[in-house]
């Protein structure tokens, strides 16, 4: 079955994602399809704010200009912009933990219907560690998941349970995949969007978690 | 007091022994304190506990330690880019402990600011807050995370006068302030040391209080991940 064709692809689920960041917001993008994002925030005033001690990242450098003491989370050389600061480590989570900045929008190996979260640990494979996300999903103030509605063997990452070991517990506000978006409630998920081509009936036959 | 020291062989000298614990400051290879790390590696010291958010690349940065089996235990966030870690960790020859990102800066800062523990919601319902005391504050829990203090810090910045305030330089400063802070005793290396009353004091990053030897060099500054963007042609 050609799952992977269905509903919106990578840029149309970024798009979806930008449409939840509002004029004025200080952002936290996560790595992959959360990284596209950016791309799709048009004249609202967004601030990006990167973990490794930055608010107000810019694009890429052009190619000769890369500064090595400039580079974002995913330790990539970035640019910077006119409303830039910089600050360490410890002050950076401070913003994110004190709840400061408004919104993460992160990527999901399993989310549950109770809003948990499972993104960094599958036991027996490489471990390379949490990084910032535990941190993020504690601490800001909406936490918007982007991912693929089933795995590579077409099964649901939109689970009742994680099976995988959490990021965070009950952290998750809001799920947006190639199928559609869904919101967690009280008692389960509740069907916010159908993505282009989606029926009710498809996205609901991809989920295991309790539709409300 | 003298702080500037000709080298960083001179700069840790008393300092090293054998099970000692180091904080390191720097974000992957961004700020990291290149040179001090190579005089550790010359010295031989080994058994080393290293709080470090990373552990370098291999043959770079603390990856060198990993080489020469100096470092016992690390206590990081991400060490996803270093095959040798992964071979010495899956070996059993190597002891890690994963602290959230945020939770090891603050653990530093803490450390640092006579603070020896702290509640934070970070972990909550984790693998991190197995066998971690859990309070409720206002109907939410927390987990009790324990302040860092080390025997040595070793921290990279941008400047310094010889009294050893510091300047950092863009996202090269990330760890090394928090890093500073919670060593009995601080080893910065700078890029330049410049000559006192050239700082703005309105604008240190990191007074030097917290700052115990200084010194000078050149750095390699490697790039962990080159990215860039094509110029816009009209």
Not at chain 2, 86 to 103: A, I, V
Not at chain 2, 133 to 143: H, L, S
Request: hydrophobic share 40%; with cysteine.
């Amino acid at each position: 079955m050609p799952q992977a064709a269905k509903g919106w692809d990578r840029n149309q689920m970024a798009a979806r994602a930008a449409q939840e960041l509002e004029d004025g917001m200080y952002v936290n993008l996560g790595i992959g399809i959360p990284t596209l994002v950016a791309n799709y925030v048009g004249d609202k005033d967004i601030t990006l704010q990167s973990e490794n001690g930055m608010l107000g990242m810019g694009p890429f450098p052009y190619e000769g200009e890369e500064d090595p003491d400039l580079i974002n989370a995913g330790k990539q050389t970035i640019t910077e912009l006119s409303r830039t600061s910089y600050f360490d480590s410890a002050t950076s989570f401070g913003m994110i933990r004190g709840g400061k900045i408004a919104a993460a929008i992160l990527g999901a190996m399993e989310v549950s219907e109770e809003g948990d979260l499972a993104n960094w640990m599958i036991p027996g494979k490489l471990v390379k560690g949490m990084g910032g996300a535990m941190d993020l999903v504690a601490g800001v103030g909406r936490v918007i998941v982007v991912m693929d509605h089933t795995n590579k063997a077409g099964e649901s990452k939109v689970l009742k349970a994680c099976t995988l070991p959490l990021t965070g517990k009950a952290v998750v506000d809001r799920i947006i995949t190639n199928l559609g978006v869904l919101d967690v409630v009280p008692g389960g998920l509740k069907i916010v969007e159908l993505a282009d081509g989606v029926s009710e009936d498809e996205l609901r036959a991809s989920t295991e978690a309790t539709i409300v | 007091m003298k702080k500037v020291y000709g080298s960083a062989d001179e700069a840790l000298e008393g300092l090293l022994h054998d099970g000692m614990f180091i904080a390191a400051g720097g974000f992957g290879l961004c700020g990291i304190p290149e040179l001090l790390i190579d005089a550790v590696v010359k010295s031989g010291v080994k058994d080393l506990t290293i709080a470090s958010n990373n552990c370098g690349v291999d043959g770079f940065g603390l990856g060198k330690l990993l080489d020469t089996r100096q470092i016992r235990k690390m206590i990081s966030s991400y060490v996803g880019e270093n095959a040798e870690f992964m071979r010495q960790y899956l070996s059993g020859e190597l002891e890690l402990e994963f602290n959230p990102q945020g939770t090891l800066a603050e653990r530093m800062r803490a450390g640092g600011s006579g603070i020896p523990g702290f509640y934070t919601k970070t972990g909550v319902g984790t693998v991190i807050a197995e066998g971690k005391e859990v309070k409720n504050f206002d109907g939410q829990d927390y987990i009790l995370e324990r302040g860092i203090v080390a025997d040595l810090s070793i921290v990279k910045a941008w400047k310094a006068d010889d009294t050893g305030n510091l300047v950092f330089r863009k996202t090269a400063r990330n760890f090394n302030p928090p890093a500073a802070m919670c060593g009995k005793i601080c080893v910065a290396e700078v890029e330049e040391i410049v000559p006192r009353g050239s700082l703005d004091p309105d604008l240190i990053h990191l007074p030097g209080i917290y700052v115990h030897r200084i010194i000078q060099g050149q750095h390699e500054k490697r790039i962990e991940q080159r990215t860039t963007r094509k110029k816009e042609t009209v």
